[in-house]
Structure formats: C-alpha cells, structure tokens
C-alpha cells in the first residue's frame, strides 16, 4: 500500500504518526511518504526517515494526493478536508462523538476512518492508552500550574508545607488517565480524592495507592460537594466512542473558590462541564476564567511533550497500520478483529454504533471489501 504520513497542523501539534523504526518496519511492504519536516517538532529529522526507507514530499497535499492510507495523529482539520476521498484510508485519532461537521464530511465523501480511541482489546483502549498516560500525568502539571499567582490561580502549592495543609485535588474517573493523575498528584503531596461509577476501578486505584487516596462512587451529589472543596479538578470521564456526559454543572462551579482550577482532560470527546463542553482551548491559550474558575480544556495535552508521546503513540499503532498494510484492510481484520471496533465510517455511513446515536446519523454495519 502507499501509506502517507502528513505534518500535524493542529495548534501546537509537534507528534508524528510514526517514528523511524516503525517506518523501517512498513517500508518493508509498503511505499512511505512523509511531509517534509513532519518529524521535526518531535527531533526526527527527514534524514532519519529516508535513512528507514521512506521518501520525503514538500507538501501534505502531496502526502494526501499520492498516499492510500494516511497515517496520523489528530482528526482531519478543516484544511484537510478537500482531500477526503472515497476509499482513502485515514487511521488517526477522531473523536467524532464530538464533532459532526468532520463526521458528515467522512460519511460524504465515503472515506474509511480508522479511529484509534474507538479500537477495543479485551475492554480496554490499546490505542488510547499510551495518550492517557501522558494526558494524565501533563493534567497534574498543568493544574499545579494554574494555581499558582502568575497564572492567576488562588496561590496554592500542591504538597503544601509542615504546618500548611496540601492542595484538594479531585479526579473524577478512575481509569487510565485518573490513575495516571493520581499517581502525580499523591507523588507530590496532595490530597486526592478519585470519584468513579466503576467500584472495581475504584477498587484498583485503592490497591495501587494504600492509604493515600480517598474513593468516592460517583453520583451527582457526590461531585458537586468533593467539587465545591476541590483546589484542583480534574475530569477524565469515558463511555468509550460517546459523547461526554456533563457531570460537571455549572452551580457546582460557582461554588468553587476564586483561582480554583479544572482540567477537563475529557474535553476531545466534547468536554465534562457545562462551561467547557463545545469550548475546547488550545496550547497557545489554554484557559479561560468562568465564575472566578481557572478551566483548562486543552484537547491535545500529549502534543507539548511531542518527543514522549510520539514514541509511546508510534508503539502502540504501527502494529495495526503495519496489517493493513501488508494485507490489506480486509485481511488485516480477520487477523486483528478488534480493528473492527475502530472502523467509524465505511462506504458513506456511520459504522460505529455510539458515534451514530451520539450524533443521530445513520449507522451501517462496515461491510468490508
Ligand atoms: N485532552 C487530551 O489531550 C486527552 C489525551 C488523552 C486522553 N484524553 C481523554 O481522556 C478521557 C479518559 O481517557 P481514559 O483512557 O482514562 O479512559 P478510561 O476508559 O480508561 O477511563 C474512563 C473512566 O471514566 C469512568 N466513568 C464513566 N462514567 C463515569 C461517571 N459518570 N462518573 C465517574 N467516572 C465515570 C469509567 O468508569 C472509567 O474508569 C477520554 O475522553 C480520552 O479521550 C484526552
């Protein structure tokens, strides 16, 4: 197949889909077409990539034009769409839950969307495993961040010192990217208390953390009063391929304390507050200040720390693009049938059954050729 990888043009988007090594594997069986410089944000120069086999295109509209399967890291943005085409392959991170204009124009233009968030092994999210890591490890970072007074924060140090009590900091979802938070925030001395709806979650977080975590089931009640005494929020709430449910309402905020901080890491599939549901912010200008609240919506937190999580990334998704390479969609699923529960549009419709409730459209089951 021809597999091209086009340069990441979200705000301060610096991944790659794929590192050098993973191209050496694919050059194997497949042509590789990179965007010149597509590497560059990650420290891999266009060198490394003609050195593993690839060859080197000036524009992404060469990429696009040329390539059967593009291979990436976030969803097409607008600018992209002009190369959508009936059949073209596009294995990336989607998230359409939360985007209907990128659905219809998939389902229009009848492309094949490989989605990697929706792509389930034995319950779990192989391929959104590895961002949620960072995600929630960078969600501590960045809520530390915010609190302090140059940022505009309430002036609060998370481990506080003997004698000062630490910071509150409430996560809400126990799954990877909560245990990822909590593990940096008990790291750095805060109190955590992790709310989830999921007792065998929660279950494991306290056998992970003894001692140091506070658990509480998830209801709104429950929310609202660990919110109302929160320093630091931080939402990782998931129904797989959903849309976000807003568990985080508005009336709960503006109890918060002035300079308080939400991390709606959930923001990518729509957001988990009222107030940033549809109000994604980027790196460039990551918060905006709502009831004296300090919210932070960034919905590609991994890309600052490119170099990490373009390996992690690239680990995790060459395994799958590598199948469907050498044999081709079709065959590449009857091995690997879990990419079937990644395939989010086939041949004009919604082949995903939560994206086509979530977003009223259409659903047909993929009917693979
Ligand atoms: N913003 C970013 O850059 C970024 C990066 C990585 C991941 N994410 C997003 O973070 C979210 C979480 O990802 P994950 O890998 O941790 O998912 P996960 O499936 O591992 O964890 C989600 C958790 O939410 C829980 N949950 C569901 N309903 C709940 C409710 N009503 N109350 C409390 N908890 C509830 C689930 O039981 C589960 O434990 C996803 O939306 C993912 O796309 C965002």
Redesign the pocket.
Known sequence: MIIGIPKEIKDNEYRVAVVPGAVKELAKHNTIYIEKGAGLGSGITDQEYIDAGAKVLDSSKEVWEKSEFIYKVKEPLEEEYQYLREGLIVYTYF?LAGNKALAEELVKRKVISIAY?TLQLDNK?PL??P??EI??RMAVQEGARFLTIPEGGRGILLQGVPGVRPANVVI???????TAATRIAIGMGARVTV????ID?LTAITNIFPDKVETLY?NPLNIEEAVEHADLVIS?????GRR??Q?IKENYVKKMKKGSVIVD?????GGSTDLTKDHPTTHSDPTFVAHDVIHYA?????GAVATTSTYALSNATTKYARAIGDMGLKQACEKFPEIISAINTYDGYISFEPVSEDLDMEYKQANIK
Not at 172 to 178: F, N
Not at 195 to 198: I, S
Not at 236 to 240: D, E, K, M, Q, R
């Open positions: 998230h968030e999210l959104l495993r961002m949620s995600a929630g809400v979802g126990a799954g990877t990217v909560g709310l989830d709806v999921n979650a998830s990782t709430v998931l129904i797989p976000t449910p568990l890491v959930a923001i990518d599939q960034v919905a590609n937190i991994p």
